[in-house]
């Protein structure tokens, strides 16, 4: 058996397979094959039988104007899927399976589904034989998100398990103590949460917050320093820029996602072990209290010392 989902990634293209149709000026339009069934632009029509049981990457013709016909990846489904909340980004998204370790087989909490972006990234990283249990308080997202899952692997994932409720009520009725290796938290408050989240979280597991603006990421990550069962948390963000490549005319693109959001990560501590006092100590002035020795204001535009 192939992994769920596997095979329509794969192969001719069956009836229920998505296809992205892109115009020469990169124009798209994402339809699913039916046999018998007809797409309409209102430059003609295109027979899906002309795709059903071909093989991807070929070109069609609707009236004059030819398609490159071609099954979306999962960073082209999730930004053209229905949203309810607003979704994690495929660059973001690459982040986080890669920075949380997230690993076959693993035990993986996450909060909100919100659209159910992120959760197609992290099922894919669990795999058929993890877990991904994911809770989402609002449960007209919670619906989208699984309508949304259930179409990218074609039917439910065997790994997958959404709770509606509130991660903090949620998560310590349905999960045992010390059961999960990594929890992703994508929502408002995670301070609010870290009981539920250290009592869940294996010695050694990972929390991994992706937030929205510098007070969430401030916020998180002083609670995740006070609750005192966390390692130091880092903080990051993830630039991605284009580039445009074309014979001489090598360079960035113009524009680029200039903000997504800030990802933090921390480890458990085993229960009754201190944190390690940090080597660094906060600069002065850090949490408020007027600095000593503040340094002159500048009176002289910077310059940098050039060799
Ligand atoms: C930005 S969305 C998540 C998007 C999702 N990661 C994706 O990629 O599609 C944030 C979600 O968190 C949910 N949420 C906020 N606080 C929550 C809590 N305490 N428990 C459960 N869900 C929560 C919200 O209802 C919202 O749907």
């Known amino acids: 058996m192939p992994p769920t989902g596997a095979g329509r990634r794969r192969g001719a293209l069956q009836p229920g397979d998505q296809v992205q149709l892109t115009d020469p000026k990169g124009r798209m339009h994402t339809i699913t094959l039916e046999a018998g069934k007809q797409f309409h632009t209102h430059k003609g029509i295109l027979e899906h039988d002309a795709l059903l049981g071909g093989p991807e990457g070929v070109v069609v013709a609707i009236g004059s104007t030819s398609y490159l016909a071609l099954r979306p990846l999962l960073s082209d489904y999730v930004l053209s899927m229905p949203r309810g909340a607003q979704v994690v980004y495929p660059k973001d998204a690459g982040q986080v399976v890669q920075m949380a370790d997230v690993f076959p087989g693993a035990h993986v909490v996450e909060a909100g589904v919100g659209s159910g972006a992120l959760s197609m990234s992290l099922l894919r990283a669990v795999g058929?034989?993890?877990?991904?249990?994911?809770?989402?308080?609002?449960?007209?997202?919670?619906?989208?998100?699984?309508?949304?899952?259930?179409?990218?692997?074609?039917?439910?994932?065997?790994?997958?398990?959404?709770?509606?409720?509130?991660?903090?009520?949620?998560?310590?009725?349905?999960?045992?103590?010390?059961?999960?290796?990594?929890?992703?938290?994508?929502?408002?408050?995670?301070?609010?949460?870290?009981?539920?989240?250290?009592?869940?979280?294996?010695?050694?597991?990972?929390?991994?917050?992706?937030?929205?603006?510098?007070?969430?990421?401030?916020?998180?990550?002083?609670?995740?320093?006070?609750?005192?069962?966390?390692?130091?948390?880092?903080?990051?963000?993830?630039?991605?820029?284009?580039?445009?490549?074309?014979?001489?005319?090598?360079?960035?693109?113009?524009?680029?996602?200039?903000?997504?959001?800030?990802?933090?990560?921390?480890?458990?501590?085993?229960?009754?072990?201190?944190?390690?006092?940090?080597?660094?100590?906060?600069?002065?002035?850090?949490?408020?209290?007027?600095?000593?020795?503040?340094?002159?204001?500048?009176?002289?535009?910077?310059?940098?010392?050039?060799?």
Not at 294 to 300: I, K, Q
């Open 128 to 307: 058929d034989t993890g877990r991904l249990s994911s809770f989402e308080r609002r449960p007209e997202f919670a619906e989208i998100a699984v309508r949304n899952v259930e179409r990218f692997f074609g039917g439910p994932h065997p790994a997958w398990s959404v709770t509606v409720g509130d991660l903090a009520q949620a998560l310590p009725t349905s999960q045992d103590d010390h059961d999960v290796d990594r929890v992703v938290l994508d929502m408002l408050a995670p301070w609010e949460v870290l009981d539920a989240v250290s009592a869940a979280l294996r010695p050694g597991g990972l929390v991994c917050c992706y937030l929205a603006t510098t007070t969430q990421l401030s916020r998180t990550v002083e609670g995740l320093r006070e609750h005192g069962t966390f390692t130091e948390p880092q903080s990051w963000e993830a630039l991605v820029r284009g580039w445009h490549v074309e014979g001489l005319a090598v360079r960035p693109e113009h524009r680029m996602v200039g903000h997504t959001g800030f990802l933090c990560t921390a480890r458990r501590l085993a229960d009754g072990v201190e944190p390690p006092v940090r080597r660094r100590r906060p600069s002065k002035g850090a949490y408020g209290e007027p600095a000593a020795e503040a340094p002159a204001p500048r009176t002289e535009p910077f310059r940098p010392d050039l060799p």
